[in-house]
């Protein structure tokens, strides 16, 4: 990438005025240091006086708004939704952001027309994000690099980390590229390309261009959901012990009925193929998110009086999701968890894996909220759909769509970019996936046909 001409004059922001006053004491001429907040400070402004060309450098944090706000951190950028998060998503985590994220992306909106380069030390995924918003938001640049650092050798960090750099145009000049990822600082060959397409961003633009026709680019009736979502583990899990009695968290025997436990499984169980004996259960208190839970009191006392026995503890728990809903209240329940069948992944493990569970002692199976689902109503369907997410197809375009350095690489809106009777067709497996139509939903059954005929 081009570099920048040598800068003339130097210009530092920082908010810790002791840090201010040891530069000063020292400082030239060319060097000018900036007592302000980043977070409220005008950095259009800042740049607008300096002269042309621009370097940019820093290191901002590795931390998300939520880590400092568990700190109680001051030094915080203004609560606004800014990635567009709505929803269920923005209530259950999905708006949390990098700080570096934010204050990059101030950045690259006041570097917006000007002969600049940017060189900032970030997270790789934060990188990706920043790409994503510019080319969503048709910001002017002209080349853009990832060059990944070890992090754990000059930070003492386990984090996949980059150096992102920019390089900014006035607008007649820019002609945007494809991001170069390159495998270190010195790499002369990149060893990936990124690239946009319908809307993401993807590692292999080849492949997921082969295969426009296998991506669902509107809504299907093919649902991919995540599994149950309480924030009590101690409480809501029990372990089935070799006599057959339970023991929660606490290593506490616990006596309840039966009646609201299901077998369940965790990310770990379904990324190491441990499905056939399940020796956990979850304890389910609503058959809907929202539903009252009164009648437990009624219908299971043991139930209710051992969840009033950690009442305190599931009133506690910090998601907002739980405020103003009936006591004991779970969240991603619905008719789809007690379907008898599901194919299912774990989202944390680096392994495209995939189950198909059934009934476990007469029960359907629940999954907890770190893995994603597609409910059955047959062992026929789960196997042919089953088969399907098998195949090298979609798992070479799925692939190129995950990035495994990511905290939770696998995700819903990934696995949902599969048109699951397209990708039938692809693979030579449509008619086995239309005799199991008489088990699918009405829309589903006229879907399959439409593309049958």
Same mark, same amino acid.
């Given at each position: 990438?081009?570099?920048?001409?040598?800068?003339?004059?130097?210009?530092? =922001?920082?908010?810790?005025?002791?840090?201010?006053?040891?530069?000063?004491?020292?400082?030239?001429?060319?060097? +000018?240091?900036?007592?302000?907040?980043? /977070?409220?400070?005008?950095?259009?402004?800042?740049?607008?006086?300096?002269?042309?060309?621009?370097?940019?450098?820093?290191?901002?944090?590795?931390?998300? @708004?939520?880590?400092?706000?568990?700190?109680?951190?001051?030094?915080?950028? @203004?609560?606004?939704?800014? @990635? $567009?998060?709505? $929803?269920?998503?923005?209530?259950? $985590?999905?708006?949390?952001?990098?700080?570096?994220?934010?204050?990059?992306?101030?950045?690259?909106?006041?570097?917006?027309?000007?002969?600049?380069?940017?060189?900032?030390?970030?997270?790789?995924?934060?990188?990706?994000?920043? #790409?994503?918003?510019?080319?969503?938001?048709?910001?002017? /640049?002209?080349?853009?690099?990832?060059? %990944?650092?070890?992090?754990? %050798?000059?930070?003492?960090?386990?984090?996949?980390?980059?150096?992102?750099?920019?390089?900014?145009?006035?607008?007649?000049?820019?002609?945007?590229?494809?991001?170069?990822?390159?495998?270190?600082?010195k790499s002369n060959i990149p060893s990936d390309v990124l690239g946009m397409r319908n809307g993401?961003?993807?590692?292999?633009?080849?492949?997921?261009?082969?295969?426009?026709?296998?991506?669902?680019? @509107?809504? +299907?009736?093919?649902?991919?959901?995540?599994?149950?979502?309480?924030?009590?583990?101690?409480?809501?899990?029990?372990?089935?012990?070799?006599?057959?009695?339970?023991?929660?968290?606490?290593?506490?025997?616990?006596?309840?009925?039966?009646?609201?436990?299901?077998?369940?499984?965790?990310?770990?169980?379904?990324?190491?193929?441990? +499905?056939?004996? #399940?020796?956990?259960?979850?304890?389910?208190?609503?058959?809907?998110?929202?539903?009252?839970?009164?009648?437990?009191?009624?219908?299971?006392? %043991?139930?209710?009086?051992?969840?009033?026995?950690?009442?305190?503890?599931?009133?506690?728990?910090?998601?907002?999701?739980?405020?103003?809903?009936?006591?004991?209240?779970?969240?991603?329940?619905?008719?789809?968890?007690?379907?008898?069948?599901?194919?299912?992944?774990?989202?944390?493990?680096? %392994?495209l894996q995939f189950s198909i569970i059934g009934p476990y002692e007469g029960k359907p199976v629940?999954?907890?909220?770190?893995?994603?689902?597609?409910?059955?109503?047959?062992?026929?369907?789960?196997?042919?759909?089953?088969?399907?997410?098998?195949?090298?197809?979609?798992?070479?375009? =799925?692939?190129?769509? #995950?990035?495994?350095?990511?905290?939770?690489?696998?995700?819903?809106?990934?696995?949902?970019? #599969?048109?699951?009777?397209a990708a039938a067709r692809r693979i030579g497996c449509f008619e086995a996936l239309v005799k199991?139509?008489?088990?699918?939903?009405?829309?589903?059954?006229?879907?399959? /046909?439409?593309?049958?005929?």
């Amino acid at each position: 990438m081009e570099s920048c001409t040598e800068a003339v004059e130097f210009v530092g =922001l920082e908010i810790n005025k002791k840090y201010v006053d040891e530069v000063r004491s020292i400082e030239s001429g060319m060097l +000018t240091v900036i007592h302000d907040d980043f /977070f409220s400070c005008s950095l259009e402004n800042i740049i607008q006086k300096l002269p042309e060309p621009l370097l940019v450098i820093g290191n901002p944090p590795w931390v998300t @708004n939520s880590e400092l706000t568990r700190i109680r951190s001051e030094n915080l950028p @203004n609560k606004t939704n800014f @990635n $567009g998060v709505s $929803g269920i998503d923005a209530i259950t $985590g999905k708006s949390n952001f990098d700080i570096s994220e934010w204050m990059l992306i101030q950045e690259v909106e006041a570097l917006q027309g000007k002969d600049a380069l940017l060189a900032m030390l970030c997270k790789t995924a934060v990188a990706r994000k920043v #790409i994503l918003f510019m080319l969503k938001k048709a910001f002017d /640049f002209s080349e853009v690099e990832i060059r %990944k650092i070890d992090a754990q %050798k000059f930070f003492r960090v386990a984090v996949d980390a980059c150096l992102f750099v920019v390089r900014f145009l006035p607008k007649q000049q820019c002609q945007h590229s494809d991001c170069r990822i390159y495998l270190s600082l010195k790499s002369n060959i990149p060893s990936d390309v990124l690239g946009m397409r319908n809307g993401r961003l993807v590692t292999d633009v080849e492949t997921v261009d082969r295969f426009q026709d296998v991506l669902a680019l @509107n809504a +299907t009736d093919f649902t991919w959901r995540s599994g149950v979502k309480h924030d009590c583990s101690k409480v809501m899990e029990l372990f089935v012990q070799s006599d057959g009695r339970l023991k929660n968290g606490f290593k506490d025997y616990v006596d309840i009925e039966d009646a609201l436990l299901y077998p369940m499984l965790k990310s770990s169980d379904l990324a190491n193929g441990r +499905t056939r004996e #399940i020796h956990r259960r979850m304890l389910i208190t609503q058959q809907s998110v929202g539903s009252d839970t009164k009648s437990i009191q009624y219908l299971y006392p %043991k139930m209710w009086h051992y969840l009033n026995e950690h009442a305190e503890k599931l009133n506690n728990r910090r998601s907002s999701i739980y405020k103003n809903r009936p006591p004991f209240s779970i969240f991603g329940v619905g008719d789809y968890s007690f379907k008898p069948w599901k194919v299912a992944i774990s989202g944390l493990y680096k %392994k495209l894996q995939f189950s198909i569970i059934g009934p476990y002692e007469g029960k359907p199976v629940v999954v907890d909220d770190t893995c994603y689902f597609l409910s059955c109503e047959s062992e026929e369907e789960a196997n042919v759909i089953g088969s399907i997410f098998a195949s090298k197809v979609v798992q070479d375009i =799925l692939i190129a769509h #995950i990035f495994w350095d990511s905290k939770r690489p696998i995700t819903r809106d990934i696995l949902s970019i #599969i048109d699951i009777p397209a990708a039938a067709r692809r693979i030579g497996c449509f008619e086995a996936l239309v005799k199991v139509c008489r088990s699918l939903s009405h829309h589903k059954q006229s879907d399959l /046909f439409a593309m049958r005929f």
